[in-house]
């Protein structure tokens, strides 16, 4: 016991150090789902911590997310004095000033569509009847619904991009000048700028308002999968997957939703397909009779 303690603790330092170089998956290839990137930005020191959550929670991605069943029973939680080590100590005075977020992608698969949920004579799904092949889309914090992407599948695919925003950002974690790969890194500021600021808060279209929506301090943020399986400028998919919090002593724990809401448009389908049945069954009986 005492040897695999020692092994767990070596393992944390090494990740500490940034020494790990697993560098983050950006999600624009189909089959491999993003990493999950945890981002602070400190206001007071303009140093920026990123952490991957799949630290200690091994395999841990975008697809362990987006059906809503990840963190639902015990939650998720990750200490970041602890998987951050030195890379985190000049952050732990200023809790109450970080500005903090958490985002992934998954481009979809526009060749064979194994990714994008289709359901009927070959066309998209919209009620999402078969969500481990809906996979495609973004995952967000945000306050609600309504800070996020109401519209397009297209604005959707070009945040997923390696070129677009959150494609983007995770590729400035693998870039020499930023987090080198490092699933835990500590990023200088960049010219009086926080890395975060300057990169991060590009993020325009996966918010209405301007940046990635995120958060001040200590407290809770929806956890929100953004998808659209009509691949159509009609109203995105925006489901709620469950709740990040960042406490005062910088414990980030995750709880995810005991079941994921099905669109009302899933319940009005399926309460007139109930009614015809019931009709149907009922009309049989007086047949029979």
């Known amino acids: 016991m005492k040897n695999l303690n020692?092994?767990?603790a070596a393992v944390a330092l090494t990740l500490a150090a940034g020494s790990a170089s697993a560098a983050w998956i950006d999600g624009t290839?189909?089959?491999?789902?993003s990493s999950v990137a945890f981002q602070i930005d400190d206001t007071v020191t303009k140093q920026t911590f990123v952490l991957d959550l799949a630290v200690g929670h091994t395999g841990l991605n975008y697809a362990s997310f987006q059906n809503g069943t990840e963190g639902v029973a015990a939650g998720l939680s990750w200490d970041l004095g602890a998987l951050g080590g030195s890379l985190f100590s000049g952050f732990a005075s200023h809790t109450a000033d970080f500005k903090w977020s958490v985002v992934a992608s998954y481009q979809r698969d526009g060749d064979t569509g194994i990714n994008i949920d289709k359901s009927g004579a070959g066309t998209y799904g919209s009620y999402y009847s078969d969500p481990n092949n809906a996979q495609w889309g973004i995952?967000?914090?945000?306050?609600?619904?309504d800070q996020l992407i109401q519209q397009g599948a297209s604005n959707i695919v070009a945040e997923a991009d390696s070129t677009g925003k959150v494609g983007a950002w995770t590729n400035r974690l693998n870039a020499p000048a930023a987090a080198?790969?490092?699933?835990?890194?500590?990023?200088?500021s960049i010219d009086g700028t926080s890395f975060y600021e300057?990169?991060?808060s590009s993020l325009g279209t996966v918010g209405n308002g301007p940046g990635a929506p995120t958060f001040k301090g200590p407290q809770s943020a929806n956890f929100y999968w953004i998808s659209n399986?009509?691949?159509?400028?009609?109203?995105?998919s925006i489901i709620q997957l469950g709740a990040f919090t960042l406490s005062a002593n910088n414990i980030l724990t995750y709880?995810?939703?005991?079941?994921?809401?099905?669109p009302a448009a899933v319940w009005l389908f399926g309460s007139a397909l109930l009614g015809m049945l019931g009709f149907t069954r009922r009309g049989a009986k007086v047949v029979a009779a």
Request: no cysteine; charged share 15%.
């Open 198 to 200: 300057k990169y991060l």
């Open 180 to 188: 080198n790969g490092a699933s835990i890194a500590s990023i200088n």
């Open 139 to 145: 995952l967000s914090t945000a306050t609600g619904p």
């Open 255 to 262: 709880q995810g939703v005991s079941e994921v809401p099905v």
């Open 229 to 236: 399986a009509e691949l159509d400028d009609l109203d995105n």
């Open 6 to 8: 020692k092994l767990a």
């Open 29 to 33: 290839t189909p089959g491999a789902p």
